[in-house]
């Protein structure tokens, strides 16, 4: 695997991998000394033209955990601002040895070119292109259902009992809201089927894509037939992302009540779901929005566990892509030593 660009890219076995190795990376956090050698001397940049916390964040501390040399690089305050092309940026980093380049971009297909385009020999890992992709989301994603889920419905395949090594075949996952601006939704549409998880798109009409019907998924305009009729085992809120809509949050829905009312998650849904389903949001969230203060916090919720599985799926990506590519025999790579002396 030489760049991440896309789940649509990922075989099964390559998503397997990556799932196995971010429980391995996040077995290392919950020790005393949680910073690894393995990225000793490499550097990574963070390449953010759009705004971003989490992302950003979870990245930097997931390289710096790996002992890699980090740069942190926004657009705003930088030549960029200035009219530099993407091109004359990546030639820049080219330049500096960077040997990793995590990229958030408003343009669809921008870490792509950047990948491909001969620009720079680096590892490119796409934090979010557009309305297009966002892979190490929809990785982390995929982490938390199978920690949570796993052996549920079939699902936990032949792996053990802490999920490594499992698909999540026979698993539901509900993805609700706007779809059409969300790629964090498509991201996670071809992931999960590839591992073989069902998936449903709730959305109103005007919020889902030109060409939905060819996804690998369902679609319904009904959140609540959805959850009491087809009983998700999880459930995912997204972003109702007004500041990508033109016109404004009016052209695709009357009223953010009206919004609320009919595809908000509140505590009268939260008791449509089966006992053991859990309720994810990737953020921000719209507290009132898209998700009430009582889903948000509820036990059901793992949302503020999505952002800690983010660090561990984020080295993991990191590593196979820097230190860890398979042998010429293709077997999986050796988990990397820990400081104390022990495996992963």
Not at 159 to 178: C, K
Not at 293 to 306: C, G, H, L, T, Y
Request: glycine content about 10%.
């Amino acid at each position: 695997m030489r760049h991440l660009l896309s789940t649509r890219d990922l075989s099964k076995d390559d998503a397997i991998l990556l799932l196995d190795t971010a429980a391995q990376m996040a077995a290392t956090q919950s020790r005393e000394i949680k910073k690894l050698p393995t990225l000793r001397g490499r550097t990574v940049v963070n390449l953010f033209f759009e705004d971003s916390t989490r992302t950003r964040i979870s990245f930097e501390t997931a390289a710096k955990r790996l002992s890699a040399d980090v740069i942190n690089f926004s657009a705003k305050g930088s030549s960029v601002s200035k009219g530099e092309s993407l091109k004359d940026t990546a030639l820049t980093l080219h330049a500096m040895g960077a040997d990793a380049v995590v990229v958030r971009h408003w343009a669809s297909g921008a870490p792509h070119q950047l990948a491909h385009a001969g620009w720079l020999d680096a590892a490119v890992l796409n934090a979010g292109d557009g309305t297009h992709q966002h892979p190490t989301q929809a990785l982390l994603d995929a982490f938390t259902i199978r920690r949570h889920l796993v052996g549920l419905r079939g699902g936990a395949g032949d792996g053990h009992q802490d999920g490594t090594g499992a698909d999540l075949a026979g698993l539901r996952v509900a993805i609700v809201g706007d779809v059409l601006h969300s790629r964090v939704a498509r991201s996670n549409v071809h992931l999960l089927h590839t591992l073989g998880a069902e998936v449903t798109l709730v959305s109103p009409p005007t919020l889902l894509p030109v060409g939905v019907e060819t996804w690998p998924c369902r679609t319904s305009y009904d959140l609540d037939a959805t959850l009491a009729g087809w009983q998700p085992d999880a459930v995912m809120m997204l972003r109702v992302q007004r500041e990508r809509m033109s016109g404004g949050a009016g052209a695709f829905f009357p009223s953010p009540l009206e919004y609320t009312r009919r595809y908000g998650l509140d505590g009268r849904r939260l008791a449509l779901l089966p006992g053991h389903a859990i309720v994810m949001h990737p953020g921000p969230m719209n507290r009132g929005l898209e998700i009430s203060a009582e889903a948000a916090d509820s036990a059901r919720s793992v949302i503020v566990e999505q952002v800690a599985n983010g660090v561990a799926v984020r080295m993991a990506a990191l590593y196979l892509l820097l230190a860890g590519e398979r042998d010429a025999a293709g077997a999986a790579p050796s988990a990397p030593a820990h400081p104390e002396g022990t495996a992963l």
